[in-house]
């Protein structure tokens, strides 16, 4: 585990920065007390500026100004560093994201500071949910038995009518979830499916998918009983047998 951790450490370094006070424990070249990161690696070899390795912003600096030589790629280096205000008291590293300094870690914050823009295949397995569900084959069957099971005169085939026709299927609660663990089931088997289609490059036949999603309607079913639980006795007076 601390290798993994250790592995990520040059992510965490771009959060991180240091608030520069007295300048004597802060390292030029190794810390990251710029917007620019790592000087080391924004400007390349520490040979370029004549500054060796080891010396702090106290090195650097006296009571007249900062003292170090001119080269040709330090503007933004210098106009930046003309804007520090001293104080007094030790440089303090804080942990900062996309700006603004933090009181404390929000796992949230980090990830979508770190996340792609456009994620590709997540966009694609999201997507293909909501633009494909009805078009595979098995989960259409189930959810076209959806009137002969549950004694509806018709179910919406349109993802969008469909999230809006669940919350309200049926007047009697118990048979609106025996609905909704319908859907649920196959929406789980459809991510199954899909995920063996991305990762493997493999497809079950379409009897072996249905025959999943009534087994995993059967297990929860049997789950709730074995528990005792009163929903248990009410949910299998439904037929969850592959239609």
Known sequence: MFRKILSLRHKALSFIRIEVRS???????WDPWTPFGIL?????????????????????????????PNTEN???????????????????AVWSVNGP????????????AIRRSMPQK??????????QFLGIQPLLVVWRSMPRRFHLPSVPL??????????????DSMVKLAILQVWQA?????????NRWLHDSLTLPHVHIMRYISATLRDKCSALLSLG??????????????P
């Open 229 to 242: 639980h009163p929903l248990g006795p009410r949910l299998a007076q439904f037929c969850f047998d592959p």
């Open 186 to 194: 196959a929406i789980y088997e459809l991510w199954k499916e899909r």
């Open 122 to 131: 997540h966009r694609f397995l999201w997507c293909g949910i909501r633009l």
């Open 74 to 92: 330090q503007v933004l280096l210098l106009s930046y560093i003309t804007t520090l205000h001293l104080t007094t008291g030790s440089d303090q």
């Open 40 to 68: 080391r690696e924004f400007l390349g070899s520490e040979t370029s500026l004549g500054i060796p390795s080891s010396e702090t912003l106290a090195d650097l600096s006296s009571g007249n100004g900062w003292t170090f």
């Open 101 to 112: 300094k933090c009181k404390n870690f929000c796992t949230k914050h980090v990830f979508n």
């Open 158 to 171: 349109v993802w969008a009518d469909i999230l809006l026709w669940l919350p309200n299927a049926h007047s």
């Open 23 to 29: 300048r004597d424990s802060t390292f030029f070249w």
